[in-house]
Nanobody, 125 residues
């Protein structure tokens, strides 16, 4: 059973930075696609970024390109989301997700089989 545990959320002023962590356990993740999604109350969960564990190839939604960086630490089985130049519209609960098949549907919620509990990020103006 795969377990994903997020941490690192909090309150930050606009223009500030946060680093989210996702500690993964329960499997060998070499074939996995790992993603970060976010969700505001009343809105659909949206794709933020993803990384292929084996190759390190990364994907970003347009609104975070140049501000967010996704990375992974193989030794720690941990995926990170470094967020900089944060804006109030980045406020949401951020979720880590894992897709064992490493599918090509990188941005699709339904492609991911495992989810963390979420960590809240609040950006004040």
């Amino acid at each position: 059973q795969v377990q994903l545990v997020e941490s690192g959320g909090g309150l930050v002023q606009a223009g500030g930075s946060l680093r989210l962590s996702c500690a993964a356990s329960g499997r060998t993740f070499s074939t996995y696609l790992m993603g970060w999604f976010r969700q505001d109350p009343g809105k659909e969960r949206e794709f933020v970024a993803a990384i292929r564990w084996s190759s390190g190839r990364t994907y970003y939604t347009d609104s975070v390109k140049g501000r967010f960086t996704i990375s992974r630490d193989n030794a720690k089985n941990t995926v990170y989301l470094q967020m900089s130049s944060l804006k109030p519209e980045d406020t949401a609960v951020y979720y880590c997700a894992a897709d064992p098949s490493g599918s090509s549907f990188v941005t699709s919620v339904t492609a991911y089989d495992y989810w963390g509990q979420g960590t809240r990020v609040t950006v004040s103006s």
